[in-house]
């Protein structure tokens, strides 16, 4: 299974900006699809954005607009620009990667996990 490790996270106000990134190993993303979710202390885990090959890019309502999901092939690395943020996008932050032809915002449809990364947006 590929192997997924994020970055970037950390403490922003609310409008500000932040870019994470998912390094990936042991596997070349463009063969998955490949995901961010994020989860909030008592929620669950939710899927904000995905890359689904063959049909491009998926994105929560919530995050419309302001996210962008992005890929580098050449550095075998996932992005999220994350702009205009809010209060309520604070959470932990994880890329994932599942099969290449289904959305993997499902976290059912998940198959590799990264460790988190955590954003924090203060008003």
């Known amino acids: 299974q590929v192997q997924l490790v994020e970055s970037g996270g950390g403490s922003v106000q609310a409008g500000g900006s932040l870019r994470l990134s998912c390094a990936a190993s042991?596997?070349?993303?463009?063969?998955?699809?490949v995901a961010w979710f994020r989860q909030a202390p008592g929620k669950e885990r939710e899927g904000v954005a995905s890359?689904?090959?063959?049909?491009?890019?998926r994105y929560a309502d919530s995050v419309k607009g302001r996210f962008t999901i992005s890929e580098d092939n050449a550095k075998n690395t996932l992005y999220l620009q994350m702009n205009t943020l809010k209060p309520e996008d604070t959470a932990m932050y994880y890329c994932?990667?599942?099969?290449?032809?289904?959305?993997?915002?499902?976290?059912?449809?998940?198959?590799?996990w990264g460790q988190g990364t955590q954003v924090t947006v203060s008003s």
């Open positions: 994932a990667a599942g099969s290449s032809l289904v959305d993997c915002r499902s976290a059912s449809r998940v198959n590799s």
């Open positions: 042991g596997g070349t993303i463009s063969s998955y699809c």
């Open positions: 890359v689904v090959r063959y049909y491009g890019t």
